[in-house]
T-cell receptor, first 115, second 116 residues
Framework: DAGVIQSPRHEVTEMGQEVTLRCKPI?????LFWYRQTMMRGLELLIY????????DSGMPEDRFSAKMPNASFSTLKIQPSEPRDSAVYFC?????????????FGPGTRLTVL | AQSVAQPEDQVNVAEGNPLTVKCTYS??????LFWYVQYPNRGLQFLLK??????LVKGSYGFEAEFNKSQTSFHLKKPSALVSDSALYFC??????????????FGTGTRLTVIP
């Protein structure tokens, strides 16, 4: 299995632009998670999906952030408009089931820089 | 409330020496604990987890972790460090607040440097 795939790996954009991050989970995994990693706040869960349905988006910082999962093999995280404080590494992860013992597998991340 | 603490931001160890990366936790109910490693410019990689059973858990790349309930600790260990072990290590606990979820609550990370 190729693991969790994220694109792009690096994104540099200017303040005010729309940014779309993409994720392909491991095939057969029912859960998909979006995390953000910054020096100041560490790893934060933004949102997670179960069977393509958003379950908890309480970690999404504000309305500028939105996430979708149109099918089992694809999810997007969109920031519109982007701001410099959104600069971070964004990780996508997936897990097989909702079992509390299940392991989350992470993608390589997208490093976002907003100028 | 639950939390994970990694008291050391940085750990340095000489190659060939044993290494320990510390983690303590605070949870309500049974703790489900995980260790992940992050190499430069890479995503997090799963190392090992404790769910139940033997307190000594063996994982990838020769790492192991010891669950100590009385000390609420889950320290990561390796008998002989390699330079290639240099990375950022995260301890995590399953988020028990959000019922039915599989969310992980991460510590702040410990940067391990193995000196040749």
């Amino acid at each position: 299995d190729a693991g969790v795939i994220q694109s792009p790996r690096h994104e540099v954009t200017e303040m005010g632009q729309e940014v779309t991050l993409r994720c392909k989970p491991i095939s057969g995994h029912d859960y998909l998670f979006w995390y953000r990693q910054t020096m100041m706040r560490g790893l934060e869960l933004l949102i997670y999906f179960n069977n393509n349905v958003p379950i908890d988006d309480s970690g999404m910082p504000e309305d500028r952030f939105s996430a979708k999962m149109p099918n089992a093999s694809f999810s997007t995280l969109k920031i519109q408009p982007s701001e410099p404080r959104d600069s971070a590494v964004y990780f996508c992860a997936s897990s097989l089931t909702q079992s509390s013992t299940d392991t989350q597998y992470f993608g390589p991340g997208t490093r976002l820089t907003v100028l | 409330a639950q939390s994970v603490a990694q008291p050391e931001d940085q750990v340095n160890v000489a190659e060939g020496n044993p290494l320990t990366v510390k983690c303590t936790y605070s949870v309500s109910g049974n703790p489900y604990l995980f260790w992940y490693v992050q190499y430069p410019n890479r995503g997090l990689q799963f190392l090992l987890k404790y769910i139940t059973g033997d307190n000594l858990v063996k994982g990838s790349y020769g790492f192991e972790a010891e669950f100590n309930k009385s000390q609420t600790s889950f320290h990561l260990k390796k008998p002989s460090a390699l330079v290639s072990d240099s990375a950022l290590y995260f301890c995590a606990v399953r988020d028990m607040i959000r019922a039915g979820a599989n969310n992980l609550f991460f510590g702040t990370g410990t940067r391990l440097t193995v000196i040749p």
